[in-house]
């Protein structure tokens, strides 16, 4: 059942080619899943990976292995189990998985530059603004003014700079 549950988030949550809105069927998939298992769940995020090595097409995966492993807890956190134990590991895993998140799409941005649908495709655009919106303020400002960039070079949908740039204002 946890491998159904699992393939079934997972393919609502980032079809390759579909879009990256939570569906209903994800939803309620999500309520299931296990506290127990989900520790169990591994999505290989090394800090470490040497990006100038890897292809376009493997940062595309790396970056939606990324996104998966990120919603993962952040959907358990907020639709799991409200049992402060169960409340404090999903945020300790939210906070390890940014930390990693954060340094992978440091180096992608270091090595390609902003992922822009042109470069990349528009799943890998969303994908890096979510790991920055999800970011600390500091770690959200160091890409305002590169999201300004591409949004005035209209490489980029403008909502994803002005968003970023309302949410700092706050």
């Known amino acids: 059942l946890f491998f159904l549950c699992v393939f079934t988030f997972l393919n609502a949550a980032v079809s390759i ?7 209903k069927s994800m939803k309620s998939t999500i309520e299931i899943f296990d506290f127990a298992a989900l520790s169990k769940v591994d999505h290989n995020l090394n800090p470490e990976i040497n ?16 996104l998966q492993a990120e919603q993962q807890y952040r959907d358990s956190l907020y639709n799991g189990s409200k049992e402060d134990n169960k409340q ?16 992978l799409l440091d180096k992608i941005v270091k090595t390609h530059g902003w992922p822009t649908p042109n470069k ?43 968003s970023l740039r309302k949410k700092l204002a706050d």
């Open 17 to 23: 080619h579909g879009q990256t809105t939570p569906s």
């Open 51 to 66: 990006i100038e090595q890897q292809s376009l097409q493997n940062i595309k995966v790396l970056l939606i292995k990324m």
């Open 88 to 103: 404090q590991y999903y945020l300790q895993k939210i906070w390890n998985i940014d930390i990693v998140n954060q340094k």
């Open 120 to 162: 990349f495709d528009q799943k890998s655009t969303e994908i890096a603004w979510l790991i920055v919106w999800h970011g600390q303020t500091d770690y959200k400002k160091k890409y305002l003014n590169i999201l300004k960039k591409a949004s005035d070079a209209r490489e980029i949908n403008s909502n994803y700079y002005h």
